[in-house]
Nanobody, 116 residues
Framework: QVQLVESGGGLVQTGGSLRLSCAASRSSIFSLYAMGWYRQAPGKQRELVATITSGGSTNYADSVKGRFTITRDNAKNTVYLQMDSLNPEDTAVYYC?????????WGQGTQVTVSS
């Protein structure tokens, strides 16, 4: 089964940028997976941030449109989330998700903290 490992989280000031990476291992069919980034802030439910289909179509939460960009590199089995113009409301644990029904796999998460 595919395994996902996120990286790139950290502490950044308001207005700063971070790029998250999610590397998939144990998969020779990464290109077939729909990939997504979700986040969960303390005391809140996990919410969708952005998704990208196997064909490259993207979808974003309204709160991140125009600031975040999701991309994928199938040759590297990796999906990225470029986050610009960060604000404290973006503080959360960010999770990578891979879907190929009926399979759905989550990474362990990476912490993003935006200071004011």
């Amino acid at each position: 089964q595919v395994q996902l490992v996120e990286s790139g989280g950290g502490l950044v000031q308001t207005g700063g940028s971070l790029r998250l990476s999610c590397a998939a291992s144990r998969s020779s069919i990464f290109s077939l997976y729909a990939m997504g980034w979700y986040r969960q802030a303390p005391g809140k439910q996990r919410e969708l941030v952005a998704t990208i289909t196997s064909g490259g179509s993207t979808n974003y939460a309204d709160s991140v449109k125009g600031r975040f960009t999701i991309t994928r590199d199938n040759a590297k089995n990796t999906v990225y989330l470029q986050m610009d113009s960060l604000n404290p409301e973006d503080t959360a644990v960010y999770y990578c998700n891979a879907r190929l029904p009926p399979l759905a796999v989550w990474g362990q998460g990476t912490q993003v903290t935006v200071s004011s």
